[in-house]
Structure formats: structure tokens, C-alpha cells
């Protein structure tokens, strides 16, 4: 049932969202929808979470995440550029998200839901980014995990809108995360000249 609410939602949008299309998509009567879901806005919330776990499993590494700097980055470019998978499943995945998006604005109780969708996710963005910049500040991290939250969140909208192509979403997301990981990492010691040493340092 939340399959066929995900796939209702991205062909229709969630304003356009009636129980009974649900019903009709999942091939259950309607008493059964409510009798899981108690309403509409149930729904949503249960499609919601539907959707989170059906991302987790298309973006996550098949094998236990790597320890060393290098290999966290690339394996995270690599996670970033899964959400713009041109397949059936991702575009539609991304799509309801969008719509349950937009739908907040009108609708307070999906904008809590939804929020505290987005705050999970900044958190596991966060984490991702620890092992890259171990160094890093946990409220550094939390404010970098937000910047690419929001740049994924749009470059996904104008992806699906045919406005930008999936393979230049995923470059201006590295893009975007190399420039947030060069932000997290201390900067350099000034390098002098051989023999020389910095004013002030023991060996002045």
C-alpha cells in the first residue's frame, strides 16, 4: 500500500491524493487504507518513512562504510551521486518527496513530519562526513551536512524538471562537497623557506 501511495503521489501530487486511487493502485478497498493508516494524513506520514528507507537502501554501499579519510569521501561523492539514478524507481522516489515538499507549505501537521525527516537526514549526512574531516567540529559538520542537504534538495527539483541533466547534478554535487570538505579541514601551517623557522616558534 505505501508502494502504490508512492507511485500515486509522484503521477498526481499529494493535493490531487485521494484514498481510494491509493486502494485502487495497491488493489485493497479503501476500509483496508484506513484500517493501517487511520486517515489521510497517516498515510502521508507511514509514505514518508516509506520513502526514506526505499532511499537508504538505493544509496547505501553494499559493503560496512571505509575509516580512512579518502576512502569516506569518495564514498560519499559516490552516495550524493545516487540520488540521481535515472531509473524508474529514483525518479519516482524523488518526485513524491518533492511533492510531500511542496504539500508543506499548506499542510502544518506533513510540515512537522517532514522537518523532522529532514533533521534525521542532516544527522546522517553529518556522520558521513565525520570520517572524511575527523578533525571537524560536530557543529561545523551539522552546518555542512544542511548547505548540501538543501543544494541536493534543489538540484533534484530542476533533475526531475528536465532542466538539468542527472550526470551534471551529480558533478555539481561533488563539486559542492569538496568545496564543503576543504571548509571543514584547518588550514595549512605557512611553508618557509628551508632553514628557516616561524617567529616566536622554540626554535626562533
Known sequence: MLGAAARAMA???????????VAAEARVSTALVYYHFGDRTGLLRHTLGHLGDRAERYTRPGTPGPRRPEE???ELEARLAREFQD???????????GELRAEAVFDPELREELARAGR???????DLLRPVVPAAPERALAGAAER????LEG??????????????AAELMRGALAAEVRGLRPPEAPRLPEGRTVVGSPAS
Not at 11 to 21: F, K, M, N, P, S
Not at 148 to 151: A, D, H, S
Request: overall charge positive.
Open 120 to 126: 534525521d537526514w542532516v544527522r546522517e549526512l553529518a
Open 148 to 151: 548540501l542537504t538543501v543544494l
Open 87 to 97: 531509473t524508474p524507481e529514483v525518479r519516482e522516489n524523488s518526485t513524491a518527496w
Open 155 to 168: 538540484l533534484s527539483t530542476r533533475w526531475l524538471a528536465g532542466l538539468l541533466p542527472a550526470g551534471h
Open 11 to 21: 503521477r498526481r501530487g499529494v493535493r490531487g491524493l485521494r484514498v481510494a486511487e
Open 72 to 74: 569516506a569521501l569518495r
